[in-house]
């Protein structure tokens, strides 16, 4: 592997509150990857937030989207009620880069090495290009990470639960929109077919929901196909007139255009920072588009690596835990509703109202 560093442009950083305690930016010495550890937030305990791997034009871009997504996670684990504050990592690669077995391996071990240097102010776990497997490596270099391998004496990845408190916000959302929980004939469109966004599909599938989807990923055409849901590509999944538009791919898809293409009652999905930019949840509630909140609704994985990592650990209690994010939504949505703000509002009122309580 060849590796080249694109010129430094600031632009990225421009316009991105820096309300962060602690930012590492550091180049493994290994891998030769920059490695990003944003810390937003310890008030309410350790940061915990995901290591993703992906590739980026520009190193500065990396840095930026670790800084949105840690500040993210603040909201994230705060509203859902974790004694846990909000971090993220992520490693940056050159467009066009692949790396082999053994580069992954040490980019995680160069990771382990960044997050141990923070004196436990992070955990970190799986995320988007990496996995349980690669934080096993992660777990050679600090103990501060989770999302283990099950046989390794882990919980996993939490994609699953990531899936289930995504649909029990679909249902929410559905019920705030039509007065039913149903989701027997709702026609639902989903865009982005991976961990989370496969699992959703099927659950969704399996409730009687009509669904088209789509994915940069060809292959998981299959899955459609195997489903019975209609695919279109990922240019046009916007513009399909439907109940509700999910958006399970990266960050940033509800561009000021998109949301003025949109044609559905309701938005909900699993992607993290859906919002190209605040203002966004401004005009999705101007066209009556019904938004939960991203960082509620897949708050259900952080639920699932802070629970079922303690000991004795009940499943079951896991499990309601994260049905009850569907909860949330639906008092996100009677507040934004009751005070005339917009759900984005209302979510990050929630999540400051805990911040706040904390007294250091």
Request: glycine share 12%; net charge negative.
């Amino acid at each position: 592997m060849t590796l080249t560093q694109p010129s430094p442009s600031l632009d990225a950083l421009v316009g991105i509150p820096f309300t962060h305690e602690r930012v590492l930016i550091t180049t493994g010495i290994r891998s030769g990857l920059v490695i990003t550890v944003a810390v937003h937030s310890t008030r309410l305990g350790q940061a915990l937030g995901g290591a993703r791997m992906w590739q980026y034009e520009n190193w500065t871009d990396a840095v930026a989207d670790a800084l949105r997504l840690s500040a993210a996670m603040t909201l994230k684990n705060a509203a859902a009620g974790l004694n846990l504050g909000g971090g993220k990592s992520v490693i940056h690669l050159p467009l066009g880069t692949a790396l082999t077995e053994a580069e992954k391996r040490d980019a995680m071990l160069d990771l382990g090495d960044a997050i141990e240097s923070l004196d436990g102010a992070y955990m970190t776990a799986e995320d988007v290009g990496t996995n349980a497997e690669l934080m096993a490596v992660v777990k050679e270099r600090t103990d501060h990470v989770c999302g283990l391998p099950q046989s390794s004496g882990g919980v996993g990845e939490p994609a699953e639960a990531t899936a289930a408190g995504v649909y029990a916000s679909v249902v929410a959302t559905l019920e705030a929109l039509f007065g039913s929980r149903e989701v027997q004939g709702r026609h639902i469109v989903i865009s982005g077919l991976g961990q989370v966004g496969g699992r959703l599909a099927t659950a969704l599938a399996g409730s009687g929901a009509r669904l088209t989807v789509s994915d940069v990923n060809l292959a998981r055409r299959d899955l459609a196909d195997s489903l019975g849901a209609s695919w279109v590509s990922v240019d046009v999944v916007h513009l399909v007139p439907a109940d509700l538009f999910v958006p399970c791919g990266l960050g940033g898809v509800l561009t000021a255009r998109v949301i003025g293409e949109l044609n559905v009652l309701g938005v909900v999905g699993a992607a993290n920072n859906q919002l190209a930019q605040p203002e966004g949840a401004t005009q999705l509630d101007a066209r009556g588009i019904l938004w939960a909140p991203d960082f509620v609704v897949n708050s259900g994985g952080v639920i699932y690596l802070a629970l079922a990592s303690e000991p004795g650990a009940d499943p079951a209690v896991v499990a309601a835990r994260v049905e009850a994010i569907g909860d949330t939504v639906s008092t996100i949505f009677t507040d934004a509703r009751e005070q005339g703000i917009t759900t984005l509002a209302a979510a990050e009122h929630l999540a400051a109202a805990r911040l706040d309580a904390v007294r250091r």
